[in-house]
């Protein structure tokens, strides 16, 4: 084993070790609990200690922490560092003498019921109960619970609520004096808070959708723009909110703006996802929205541009779905089944020349509008199968689209990419096929 270095021991305090408290006091070293009254003298040469036996200071000593026991010597004038046994040297603390010390004397050492009686007076000594003018001074020094509860109250340091904050942002939309920048910032961050389904219905009560209403006819195009996104937003999958905008005829006035080409594009796309979240899952709205012209707004759209179209497309496709769900998880809810069947989805859809427009877009070359155009092909198959020449052209285009892919997913399946975007074009592009083709053997079976 290492030599351990020689290292100078210094005490101060009796709350140390019983060990500690010994060595604290000079000429006393005592190396265990078992007292021994045999004197150690020591010598030029090792001796072992017994357990308990005191040994004066300035030794050399050491210890085997392998087979244990311990020896000391006088010092040399050079340490031998060269044992397996670590070693430390005990020195005569400087410390001046107490009364207590000198009397016990350099060859006797302290007894356990010295050290806990000292020890007692140490903490007595140190832990004097205070007087009252001491704690009166020590509370002058610190301020009480309730004087610090005043002085945040004073910083007015409480959080904002969403309600506050809405509100905050509503008045400075309205406000005459605000820039359209800065408006428009707040309609931003507005859309933000009204995401979350209580804050919406707040904002029902701050008569909020009123405003974006309005907000719909300002010369600011930016203005409309996020004004129809805030609506969109509080509106989405929020019952009372939706309920609210239909009284206050949100409705026709988010028909009015997609059925003006004379509007950007990019109010139109953002009036066409207010009216999608207006209309999805409130079928007396979807039946209000075709009383409006709603249909006849998308078709418009559908032949104008492309991210109108896609728009569009998503809309539909939704309102098919939904139906479909609806009748397989809500058939007993006799009202809203009611309320579905005030108009036929599929007349309305027919009416519009929806079909003939999945026909129009079969040529894209575009792979976001592919798989849009896949996915609403296979909900609105069993609308448009019964047209002239759709099963036809849809097959034809299918085709093409199925070897595209193949191609295209057998690249990525050699790059280690499997099950991604291209594969599951393709693998629609098949099941699609598949389902046409059964039509036609259906549709050839009747005929014979």
Request: charged share 30%; proline share 2%; with cysteine.
């Given at each position: 084993?290492?030599i351990?270095?020689?290292?100078?021991i210094?005490y101060e305090?009796?709350?140390l070790?019983?060990?500690?408290?010994c060595?604290?006091v000079?000429g006393?070293?005592?190396?265990?609990?078992?007292?021994?009254s045999d004197?150690?003298?020591?010598?030029?040469?090792?001796?072992?200690?017994?357990?308990?036996?005191a040994?004066?200071?300035?030794?050399?000593?050491?210890?085997?922490?392998?087979k244990?026991?311990?020896?000391?010597?006088?010092?040399?004038?050079?340490?031998?560092?060269?044992?397996d046994?670590?070693?430390?040297?005990?020195?005569?603390?400087?410390?001046?003498?107490?009364?207590d010390?000198?009397?016990?004397?350099?060859?006797?050492?302290?007894?356990?019921?010295?050290?806990?009686?000292?020890?007692?007076k140490m903490?007595?000594?140190?832990?004097?109960?205070?007087?009252?003018?001491?704690?009166k001074?020590?509370?002058?020094?610190?301020?009480?619970?309730?004087?610090?509860?005043?002085?945040?109250?004073?910083?007015?340091?409480?959080?904002?609520?969403?309600?506050?904050?809405?509100?905050m942002l509503?008045?400075k939309?309205?406000?005459?004096?605000?820039?359209?920048?800065?408006k428009?910032?707040?309609?931003?961050?507005l859309?933000?808070?009204?995401?979350?389904?209580?804050?919406?219905?707040?904002?029902?009560?701050?008569?909020?959708?009123?405003?974006m209403?309005?907000?719909?006819?300002?010369?600011?195009?930016n203005?409309?723009?996020?004004?129809?996104?805030?609506?969109?937003?509080?509106?989405?999958?929020n019952?009372?909110?939706?309920?609210?905008?239909?009284?206050?005829?949100?409705?026709?006035?988010?028909?009015?703006?997609v059925?003006?080409?004379?509007?950007?594009?990019?109010?139109?796309?953002?009036?066409?996802?207010?009216?999608?979240?207006?209309?999805?899952?409130?079928?007396?709205?979807?039946?209000?929205?075709?009383?409006?012209?709603?249909?006849?707004?998308l078709?418009?759209?559908?032949n104008?541009?492309?991210?109108?179209r896609?728009?569009?497309?998503?809309?539909?496709?939704?309102?098919?779905?939904?139906?479909?769900?609806?009748h397989?998880?809500?058939?007993?809810?006799?009202?809203?089944?009611?309320?579905?069947?005030?108009?036929?989805?599929?007349?309305?859809?027919?009416e519009?020349?929806f079909?003939?427009?999945?026909?129009?877009?079969?040529?894209?070359?575009?792979?976001d509008?592919?798989?849009?155009l896949?996915?609403v092909?296979g909900?609105?198959?069993?609308?448009?199968?019964?047209?002239?020449?759709y099963?036809d052209?849809a097959?034809?285009?299918?085709?093409v689209?199925?070897e595209e892919?193949?191609?295209?997913?057998k690249?990525?399946?050699?790059?280690?990419d499997?099950?991604?975007?291209?594969?599951?074009?393709?693998?629609?592009?098949?099941?699609?096929?598949q389902?046409?083709?059964n039509?036609?053997?259906?549709?050839?079976?009747?005929?014979?």
């Amino acid at each position: 084993m290492k030599i351990m270095s020689l290292i100078d021991i210094k005490y101060e305090r009796l709350s140390l070790l019983c060990l500690v408290c010994c060595l604290s006091v000079p000429g006393i070293y005592s190396t265990g609990d078992v007292e021994s009254s045999d004197e150690f003298i020591p010598t030029n040469e090792w001796q072992e200690i017994k357990p308990g036996q005191a040994i004066p200071p300035g030794l050399h000593v050491k210890m085997d922490l392998q087979k244990g026991g311990k020896w000391a010597k006088l010092m040399d004038s050079e340490s031998n560092t060269n044992t397996d046994m670590k070693s430390i040297i005990i020195k005569d603390d400087p410390i001046k003498k107490t009364p207590d010390a000198a009397k016990l004397g350099s060859s006797q050492h302290f007894k356990i019921d010295e050290l806990k009686s000292a020890l007692k007076k140490m903490k007595k000594e140190k832990f004097e109960e205070t007087t009252e003018e001491q704690e009166k001074k020590i509370k002058e020094k610190f301020r009480s619970m309730d004087e610090i509860i005043t002085a945040f109250d004073e910083l007015k340091l409480g959080k904002e609520t969403d309600f506050q904050v809405m509100t905050m942002l509503l008045n400075k939309f309205k406000d005459v004096n605000t820039a359209n920048d800065v408006k428009v910032l707040a309609l931003q961050d507005l859309e933000y808070y009204v995401h979350q389904i209580d804050n919406a219905v707040d904002f029902i009560q701050l008569d909020g959708i009123s405003t974006m209403i309005s907000a719909l006819n300002n010369t600011d195009t930016n203005i409309r723009l996020e004004a129809a996104h805030v609506i969109g937003s509080a509106v989405q999958n929020n019952p009372k909110v939706q309920v609210r905008a239909m009284e206050i005829r949100a409705l026709p006035a988010l028909v009015r703006i997609v059925s003006d080409t004379k509007q950007p594009v990019a109010v139109r796309k953002r009036s066409i996802y207010a009216l999608s979240s207006l209309i999805r899952n409130f079928p007396a709205a979807q039946y209000m929205f075709k009383n409006a012209g709603g249909f006849t707004a998308l078709r418009n759209c559908f032949n104008e541009d492309e991210k109108l179209r896609l728009k569009v497309l998503s809309l539909i496709n939704d309102l098919i779905v939904e139906r479909k769900d609806q009748h397989l998880l809500n058939k007993n809810k006799e009202e809203l089944m009611r309320q579905y069947k005030l108009f036929s989805l599929s007349s309305a859809i027919n009416e519009m020349g929806f079909c003939e427009n999945i026909m129009s877009m079969l040529n894209t070359a575009l792979h976001d509008e592919r798989e849009v155009l896949l996915n609403v092909m296979g909900n609105v198959h069993g609308v448009c199968k019964h047209e002239n020449n759709y099963i036809d052209a849809a097959k034809s285009a299918l085709e093409v689209f199925k070897e595209e892919y193949k191609q295209l997913s057998k690249s990525e399946e050699e790059q280690g990419d499997k099950d991604s975007f291209y594969h599951q074009l393709y693998k629609s592009s098949k099941d699609l096929l598949q389902i046409f083709d059964n039509d036609v053997s259906i549709s050839k079976h009747n005929e014979l």
